[in-house]
């Protein structure tokens, strides 16, 4: 039996259009209490007894009977036997992949300023910023219902980009099986150490450090709930790049790309999960209408369909619009995490855009060209966090430290004033150091 998909339709120019479009949006992560507490407690079992609490809960979550944390890590040779098992196409599109999100971020690195900045003021003083990559960063790798070496490619690079020494990453592998393709794109992008854990564990390893697994710098990478929690947990010992939420598509249409094209684009979010979010934005209702009649012709061939039939019926929408400004400023409101811009004249749209995640420009820039191979990075900002939050790049494992080399003359200056200052806030101590270096007058 053939359920239709029904999504939810919105007008603009309806008085309650404000609620009804946040009430499609609004999602609460609902973290379960038994989850947090269960990720407390398997931080607090690595902290204190490293590898073989490390050891167990891999043994029990991911069915696995391995005698040591050692023999959980892959070597560099089985990534290249990886690589090497996979058919030329595979691995060709792999390595193409790989070298598009290369050379986005090496750009990206150039045009931030590779190694900071510094100038001289007149009396001498110079200040500046020195920009200096991480030491180690640990790369989380979901596994288990899916493989995503794509997010292997998008974590790793920019890491090794910006200079990372160390990139150390963790795969669960339930029941030992293990994805060549996760592998092999490890292999391409440089990884350095992979161990096969997950979940709370695998956290706590890379933010506590065991005998075996070093402790690093920052974490990223997506996981499920309590890779999240664990996440949450053990910010400010490690830096960690983001809560992500469930994946989100916004797109903006005039009504002249194939229907087909873009329900096809929503069903590309909603396949991820139930969870997941898709919204056409269009002034056209008969396209509208158009592109329904096609979810639902289409929906049958997809081997997810219940998946997409769920997220569609639940978080999906179809929003009618005065014009296509209106749709920009909805656009700006509801900050997607990926936003097609599906137009004759996508640039015109685009530069109205102040927040989203990814833009994708014209209708031949389907969302999915971003997940894998276009070369901008495809770890971005949900749940409406693009209106303060950025993609991932090569700043996310670059740290900036200040230079101030203060000239005996621009002691003089900034000594008066700093005492000034420290006075008036009590700090004494803090007054005399700058005093200090005042040169006395005869």
């Given at each position: 039996?053939?359920?239709?998909?029904?999504?939810?339709?919105?007008?603009?120019?309806?008085?309650?259009?404000?609620?009804?479009l946040?009430?499609?949006?609004?999602?609460?992560?609902?973290?379960?209490?038994?989850?947090?507490?269960?990720?407390?407690?398997?931080?607090?079992?690595?902290?204190?007894?490293?590898?073989?609490?490390?050891?167990?809960?891999?043994?029990?979550?991911?069915?696995?009977?391995?005698?040591?944390?050692?023999?959980?890590?892959?070597?560099?040779?089985?990534?290249?036997?990886?690589?090497?098992?996979?058919?030329?196409?595979?691995?060709?599109?792999?390595?193409?992949?790989?070298?598009?999100?290369?050379?986005?971020?090496e750009?990206?690195k150039?045009?931030?300023?590779?190694?900071?900045?510094?100038?001289t003021?007149?009396?001498?003083?110079?200040?500046?910023?020195?920009?200096?990559?991480?030491?180690?960063?640990?790369?989380?790798?979901?596994?288990?219902?899916?493989?995503?070496?794509?997010?292997v490619?998008?974590?790793?690079?920019?890491?090794k980009?910006?200079?990372?020494?160390?990139?150390?990453?963790?795969?669960?592998?339930?029941?030992?099986?293990?994805?060549?393709?996760?592998?092999?794109?490890?292999?391409?992008?440089?990884?350095?150490?992979?161990?096969?854990i997950?979940?709370?564990?695998?956290?706590?390893?890379?933010?506590?450090?065991?005998?075996?697994?070093?402790?690093?710098?920052?974490?990223v990478?997506?996981?499920?709930?309590?890779?999240?929690?664990?996440?949450?947990?053990?910010?400010?010992?490690?830096?960690?790049?983001?809560i992500?939420?469930?994946?989100?598509?916004?797109v903006?249409?005039?009504?002249?790309?194939?229907?087909?094209?873009?329900?096809?684009?929503?069903?590309?979010?909603?396949e991820?999960?139930?969870?997941?979010?898709?919204?056409?934005?269009?002034?056209d209702a008969?396209?509208?209408?158009?592109?329904?009649?096609?979810?639902?012709?289409?929906?049958?061939?997809?081997?997810?369909?219940?998946?997409?039939?769920?997220?569609?019926?639940?978080?999906?929408?179809?929003?009618?619009?005065?014009?296509?400004d209106?749709?920009?400023?909805?656009?700006?409101l509801?900050?997607?995490?990926?936003?097609?811009?599906?137009?004759?004249?996508?640039?015109?749209?685009?530069?109205?855009?102040?927040?989203?995640?990814?833009?994708?420009?014209?209708?031949?820039?389907?969302?999915?060209?971003?997940?894998?191979?276009a070369?901008?990075?495809?770890?971005?900002?949900?749940?409406?966090?693009?209106?303060?939050?950025?993609?991932?790049?090569v700043?996310?494992?670059?740290?900036r430290?200040?230079?101030?080399?203060v000239?005996?003359?621009?002691?003089?200056?900034?000594?008066?004033?700093?005492?000034?200052l420290?006075?008036?806030?009590?700090?004494?101590?803090?007054?005399?150091?700058?005093?200090?270096?005042?040169?006395?007058?005869?």
């Amino acid at each position: 039996m053939k359920l239709p998909v029904t999504m939810r339709h919105l007008d603009s120019s309806a008085a309650d259009f404000p609620a009804q479009l946040m009430s499609v949006l609004a999602f609460e992560a609902g973290e379960d209490e038994a989850i947090d507490r269960a990720a407390a407690g398997i931080l607090a079992a690595v902290k204190a007894r490293g590898d073989a609490a490390v050891l167990e809960y891999t043994n029990q979550f991911d069915r696995l009977a391995a005698a040591s944390v050692s023999a959980l890590e892959i070597p560099q040779a089985e990534l290249q036997a990886a690589l090497l098992s996979l058919s030329p196409a595979r691995r060709d599109a792999l390595q193409a992949a790989a070298d598009r999100v290369r050379t986005y971020h090496e750009r990206q690195k150039r045009e931030c300023g590779s190694d900071g900045f510094t100038f001289t003021e007149a009396d001498g003083t110079v200040l500046g910023q020195k920009v200096t990559p991480l030491d180690k960063v640990g790369i989380y790798v979901p596994g288990g219902k899916a493989a995503y070496p794509s997010s292997v490619l998008m974590n790793a690079i920019p890491a090794k980009v910006a200079g990372v020494a160390v990139v150390i990453m963790v795969v669960p592998t339930p029941d030992g099986v293990k994805n060549p393709l996760v592998l092999a794109a490890a292999a391409i992008a440089g990884v350095d150490r992979v161990f096969t854990i997950g979940g709370a564990q695998a956290v706590g390893a890379l933010a506590y450090g065991t005998a075996t697994i070093p402790q690093v710098d920052k974490i990223v990478g997506p996981g499920n709930a309590y890779v999240a929690a664990a996440k949450r947990r053990v910010f400010g010992t490690v830096g960690i790049d983001m809560i992500a939420g469930p994946s989100e598509i916004l797109v903006l249409a005039d009504g002249s790309t194939d229907p087909d094209w873009i329900a096809m684009d929503l069903f590309s979010q909603a396949e991820h999960d139930e969870l997941a979010q898709s919204i056409l934005v269009c002034p056209d209702a008969d396209y509208l209408a158009q592109v329904e009649a096609s979810v639902n012709r289409q929906i049958e061939a997809m081997p997810r369909k219940d998946v997409i039939r769920t997220s569609l019926t639940n978080r999906g929408a179809l929003v009618k619009v005065r014009d296509m400004d209106e749709a920009c400023e909805i656009a700006n409101l509801i900050a997607a995490e990926h936003l097609e811009i599906s137009t004759e004249q996508p640039q015109q749209w685009a530069d109205k855009i102040r927040h989203a995640g990814a833009m994708f420009l014209g209708r031949f820039s389907s969302e999915s060209l971003g997940d894998y191979c276009a070369g901008p990075n495809h770890v971005l900002p949900t749940s409406r966090t693009a209106r303060f939050s950025s993609p991932l790049g090569v700043y996310d494992f670059q740290k900036r430290s200040s230079i101030i080399h203060v000239s005996q003359t621009g002691a003089q200056t900034l000594g008066l004033i700093a005492a000034e200052l420290a006075y008036g806030e009590g700090l004494q101590a803090h007054a005399r150091s700058a005093e200090y270096r005042l040169q006395k007058k005869d």
